[in-house]
């Protein structure tokens, strides 16, 4: 009994381990690295036509609109990292993302730091994922 829970133990580690080099949870994370250079030309093929961003505190965003928000130049990111990720597929074409986003921000004339946990879905269409939907189901400032 002890060596099977040891071993139920260690395949579970070893699923939730591998799931940042999923390639859908690279991706994830190249839409962040996007977000913080502003690279909205890649951000518009990125998010879905229909994409919903629900913010932590309840504001809700269309693609346009988060597009915007992005290449505000009063409105900078430092970094977006996840972790904690886990990459969920559905018919090979549905990915379902869920993780821990930690965001440096700086506004003007102040940093915040914070963290958010997140669900996000995808969908593949011609080859390529496009992120649907981010909302944000938890947020920390630190």
């Known amino acids: 009994m002890k060596y099977a ?11 939730l381990s591998g799931q940042s080099n999923h390639p859908l949870a690279l991706f994830n994370q190249s839409i962040d690295d996007a977000v913080v250079k502003k ?4 951000l518009k093929k990125w998010y879905a ?9 309840g504001l809700v965003e269309g693609k346009s609109s988060w597009l915007r928000a992005v290449a505000n130049p ?4 430092i970094s977006r990292q996840h972790d904690s990720v886990t990459v969920e597929l559905h018919h090979k ?8 986003l930690t965001v440096t921000r700086h506004n003007r004339e102040n940093q915040v730091h914070y963290a958010l946990w997140y669900v996000r879905v995808f969908h593949k269409m011609k080859k390529q994922w496009q992120m649907v939907s981010h909302r944000t189901v938890q947020e920390s400032h630190l």
């Open 49 to 57: 036509e229909d994409f919903i961003f629900t913010h932590g505190t």
């Open 93 to 100: 074409n549905i990915g379902i993302v869920y993780g821990k």
């Open 74 to 77: 009063n409105s900078r990111f």
């Open 5 to 15: 829970l040891i071993l139920i133990a260690l395949c579970f580690t070893a699923g």
């Open 39 to 42: 690279d909205t030309l890649n």
